[in-house]
């Protein structure tokens, strides 16, 4: 009764949001239900990620002043109120894809962050200014990823190990995540799932996904070579711990964006482009597989 209560007052309380206060879920103050994610075959569509069963998240918080601007905190399963170093998870910075286009919110990738505290993690999701948005678009979208992910050493108070800390991006999610572990040394390893790491080629494409890059970019590669120039991972160096997962049966990010200089590429035979997200797939298990190589719980 008293947290339903506190709950109701913080969601009434005027100027919480603007402040960016934290918003404790239930799932927060007991062990959450687990959440049974069956196993499916590869290629699995969009709209099976959108109708899949997830946990709320634990906690919602601004990193910068714009609406878009905030992240969603899930804690590992019953870890909530946990103190002490030897029990803080590490992280994972999470980064949904969606075309950088705003027709594609966070809220597609709540299963995958659901998994991924299930298995140990926490997981720092963010969301951001994409096209569509006031702000959105190069460089602005960056930007806001730039400032969540730096945003991560603010959240000490919620028994996190921000000091162990990945960075994974899905499709244009994936492309922002080569970028902002090209600027971020400290993090253990950057995944790119489905990944586009090559943005000059990309535009070149003729898919739904391809055709919406230049409205991402502000134009062709040939009207902004600069712009493409600083937003393309293909032309920096990458993180020194760079993985590219990507399925051989993937038609929305060819599999030739997963071949980087300085990276290592896992491939999954017959995986499509929205297995990464689902956790019923075999793709799931080799990230999870790949995650706790990198960054061990």
């Known amino acids: 009764m008293f947290i339903t209560k506190l709950l109701q007052w913080l969601r009434a309380a005027p100027g919480i949001a603007a402040f960016g206060l934290l918003l404790v879920s239930a799932s927060a103050c007991s062990v959450a239900a687990q959440v049974d994610y069956q196993s499916v075959k590869a290629d699995v569509a969009f709209s099976e990620v959108a109708a899949l ?8 918080i601004a990193y910068g002043g714009d609406a878009l601007q905030f992240g969603l905190l899930w804690l590992p399963s019953g870890s909530g109120g946990v103190t002490g170093a030897d029990s803080r998870p590490p992280v994972v910075v999470l980064i949904h894809g969606g075309c950088w286009l705003n027709t594609y919110g966070i809220d597609h990738t709540f299963a995958l962050s659901t998994a991924l505290a299930q298995a140990g993690y926490a997981v720092w999701s963010l969301e951001y200014r994409r096209t569509g948005d006031a702000g959105g678009g190069w460089p602005g979208t960056f930007n806001d990823i730039m400032a ?8 000490h108070g919620h028994a996190l190990d921000t000091d162990r800390f990945v960075i994974a991006g899905h499709s244009a999610g994936g492309h922002l995540a080569l970028l902002a572990g090209r600027d971020t040394p400290a993090a253990a390893a950057v995944l790119g799932l489905a990944a586009i790491s090559d943005i000059t080629a990309y535009a070149a494409g003729s898919n739904s996904c391809e055709t919406a890059t230049t409205l991402f970019m502000g134009g062709t590669p040939q009207e902004r070579s600069d712009a493409y120039q600083a937003g393309n991972p293909s032309a920096h160096q990458a993180h020194a711990n760079t ?14 964006q997963s071949l ?35 960054l061990p719980l």
Do not use: C, K
């Open 53 to 60: 069963p997830v946990r709320q998240p634990d906690a919602r």
């Open 243 to 256: 993985v590219l997962l990507h399925g051989a049966a993937d038609t929305v990010v060819p599999v030739n």
């Open 148 to 155: 969540g992910v730096r945003h991560l050493q603010n959240l």
């Open 260 to 294: 980087m200089i300085g990276a290592r590429t896992l491939f999954v035979e017959d995986g499509g482009h929205f297995d990464w997200v689902h956790p019923g797939t075999r793709s799931f298990r080799v990230l999870l597989s790949t995650l706790q190589s990198v």
